[in-house]
């Protein structure tokens, strides 16, 4: 039988995108999916009340939360369950994890204010050296667009430029009534795992960036239109056809181009 916690008492922040788990089944399908180990040092965005935060913990060696809500700080703070617990008030995007007392490389997973999804992802990337894996609870049709295939209607500058160093894992959906609040869509699990070998340099980034966004500004069109004016070298456009449209280019052959 399924149980649901009673958030009556927490005034929900909208600013914050607060919506907290209230599923116990839904809870543990998550802790098995993240599989913590005795050994782990982990990193938590976001713990709301503590109700993923109370599984994970007693798993592993060590945790830091970071929790913007004061409200909320002040609730984790004060239950002897999370005692151990180094819960930080503060912006996850302001953070800086070689900087927070927890040993590196950590593990990361995270219940995140659906707003700020992307500002989070390219944080993991900002972050690459600091961490092993990440699991992070987002917006359903955010994380079929960062694991879409190539081809496919989903697959567009999101997946292509986290793509050229992560690599994505659809975990499963989740139904908006495990929520409190209810939120009108409905969310995902996705696992994000480094790429053994970075397919873009940091000091390409930005270029790649404009690029594959101007490639994807008028999807329709084809690579000879959306990309005129770009200096890309002679022997690209002999490997890639410029009659294409980008949906059909692999991560990889964007990356080429830069």
Known sequence: MNQKKNYKSHPFRKKWGQNFLSDTNLLDKIVRTIAPQSSDNFLEIGPGEGALTNQIFPKINSLVSIEIDPLLVRVLRR?????????????????????????????????????????????????????????????????????????????????????????????FTIKPDVFVPKPKVESAIVKFSKKKVALISDEKYIRFNKLVSAAFSQRRKMLRNTLKGWNISKEVKEKINFTRRPETLTISEFASMV
């Open 79 to 171: 239950k002897t369950s999370l005692q151990g617990i180094k819960i930080i008030h503060g912006d996850i995007l302001n953070q800086n994890i070689q900087e927070l007392p927890i040993r590196n490389p950590v593990r990361i997973f995270g219940n995140i204010p659906y707003n700020i999804t992307s500002p989070i992802i390219f944080w993991l990337i900002e972050q690459l050296d600091y961490w092993s894996d990440a699991y992070i609870m987002m917006q359903k049709e955010v994380a079929e667009r960062l694991c879409a295939i190539v081809g496919t209607k989903s697959y567009g500058r999101l997946t292509v430029v986290v793509g050229a160093y992560l690599d994505m894992e659809y975990c």
